[in-house]
């Protein structure tokens, strides 16, 4: 085998023939794995299928791992046997794993080509900057930032949200006009104690609200079965919903929960040094102790939950369409699991807001997902196909992949195309979309229209990945946890999390 790690650090020699001839390969074999689930493969698997007819003689060897953890444990236990696959999709703490097993490769040499690269500045930078934060070019023997190389492309990105249940605001606000979705996690608690008074007070508990006919609202049982001209008039059902398990917020995400609080609330979460070896944590801060206090008090107030306050171990989308929270922050690739489900649960409408922000000039909200690398597997001729397969995923078929998935387009180009501009633009009601396609769009122009306006000064982030940072990321998930569920004050359970990251801790 090559030497992996000359290969890591200076440009990869291209074998542009074996591009160009690719047509006529002779049964290659590109093995390609991912962490996707069963909705995201049924749109994936069709589009390999596409890259193979269109290249006779490729086959893409395809394998969904079930999980991100599972692909890069997969792909950890792969090194010693250099069975890792051709191309993968990974979060850049994962990459950072990779990069230091000497199994990745550079892209700059692919992406410089001038008869197959592609532009860098057509990609969006809030999703590039993750694949240039890992590895850098030496100058005279010394780390020169300035000089990145790439070391993956963006392939499916998404962004936290906040999905509503629309139909309840809209009960409440004709309640009490005060009555809005929250910007601020100050309007947050406020507004949350509103609405759990509301719904006590007019006896919602435990009931289905209705529309009266004049113009207002009352309530009703649910009947034993399922009634279409009941669900007609149905705007939420708390049939399942008590005083005691009511929490209007949750956050599906307790890692990204944790993350998120820490920027807003001014603290830093973490730093690298001149190599993903040096990741250090930096989150033990009065700055992140008063986050957590905050949202201690909006839990203790019972406004503020996660999974697990529903139990649930995963999401919240379950207690969602039950009505025992009517805010949930979701990944906006993970939107359409709100909807409710025809048949089973009493239809109401959902909708999307931006997450609830600390102040006004720190509006920090999440935008992940994960970027495609190509590894040192094979021949030249396979990892220039690899290489190929690639650039069809991110910038030939990204626009139908995010259409399609609920993903966003990573490059200015799948955004402004007819066929994604098309979709936004669409009428839902003149091009009959499903619910799910309805919530896609409403989150593609919430995403496009607030949180990529400068004027609405929100700031989409990542924290650079290292070796380790996986393992930060896990531990930091079960902070709010313990604050909310073992009685620990912020001060113990950040502590607790120093502890068992003692080795980034910066000495």
């Excluded at 780390?143 to 249940?165: A, C, H, R, W």
């Excluded at 040094?273 to 008090?297: M, T, Y």
Aim: net charge negative; glycine share 10%.
């Amino acid at each position: 085998m090559q030497n992996k790690k000359s290969l890591l650090f200076a440009s990869s020699a291209l074998i542009l023939s074996a591009l160009a001839g690719c047509g006529q390969t002779t049964n290659t074999r590109i093995y390609f794995w991912t962490g996707f689930g069963g909705a995201v493969n049924a749109v994936l698997e069709p589009m390999i299928a596409e890259y193979e007819a269109a290249n006779p003689g490729v086959d893409i060897f395809y394998e969904a791992k079930g999980g991100y953890d599972n692909l890069k444990q997969a792909i950890d236990l792969s090194v010693s046997n250099e069975k890792y696959p051709h191309v993968a999709n990974g979060y850049p703490d994962h990459f950072a794993s990779y990069i230091n097993a000497n199994i990745m490769l550079p892209l700059d040499s692919y992406i410089e080509s001038t008869t197959n690269g592609v532009d860098l500045d057509d990609f969006f930078s809030d999703y590039l900057k993750e694949n240039q934060e890992l590895v850098y070019k030496k100058v005279d023997g010394v780390v020169d930032k300035t000089q990145p190389y790439t070391v993956g492309l963006p392939f499916n990105k998404s962004t936290e949200v906040m999905v509503i249940n629309k139909s309840f605001f809209e009960v409440m606000t004709h309640l009490d006009p005060t009555v809005k979705v929250p910007e601020t996690w100050d309007e947050l608690g406020t507004i949350g104690a509103k609405i759990k008074q509301l719904a006590e007070t007019n006896g919602f508990f435990g009931k289905v609200v209705v529309r009266d006919g004049n113009g207002g609202y009352t309530t009703a049982n649910r009947p034993s079965a399922f009634d279409q001209n009941f669900a007609d008039t149905v705007m939420f059902d708390f049939t399942l919903v008590t005083k005691e398990n009511f929490r209007p917020f949750n956050w599906d995400s307790e890692d990204n929960f944790f993350i998120t609080l820490v920027r807003q609330f001014g603290g830093t979460y973490t730093s690298v040094g001149d190599n993903i070896r040096q990741g250090r944590i930096h989150f033990n801060s009065p700055e992140v102790i008063a986050g957590l206090n905050k949202i201690k008090g909006l839990y203790d107030a019972g406004i503020v939950g996660i999974p697990q306050s529903y139990g649930e171990s995963l999401f919240g989308s379950v207690p969602f369409r039950q009505g025992k929270l009517v805010m949930t922050i979701s990944s906006t690739a993970g939107v359409k699991e709100n909807i409710p489900n025809n048949f089973v649960d009493y239809p109401f409408e959902v909708g999307v807001s931006p997450i609830p922000y600390e102040t006004a000039n720190r509006k920090y909200v999440i935008s992940q997902g994960t970027n495609l690398a190509l590894f040192d597997r094979g021949s030249d001729q396979e990892k220039a196909i690899g290489w190929d397969f690639i650039k069809f995923l991110t910038v030939e078929k990204n626009d139908h992949f995010g259409l399609n998935t609920g993903y966003f387009p990573v490059t200015k180009s799948a955004q402004d195309g007819e066929l994604y501009s098309d979709f936004l633009a669409g009428d839902p009601e003149e091009l009959n979309y499903t619910p799910g396609q309805k919530i896609v769009q409403d989150t593609a122009i919430m995403n496009t229209g607030i949180y990529m306006d400068p004027e609405a000064e929100w700031t989409k982030f990542t924290d650079p990945g290292f070796v380790g940072s996986s393992e930060v990321r896990t531990e930091v998930g079960l902070i709010l946890g313990k604050i909310f569920y073992e009685g620990k004050t912020a001060e113990q359970a950040l502590n607790e999390a120093y502890n068992a990251l003692s080795k980034y801790v910066p000495k």
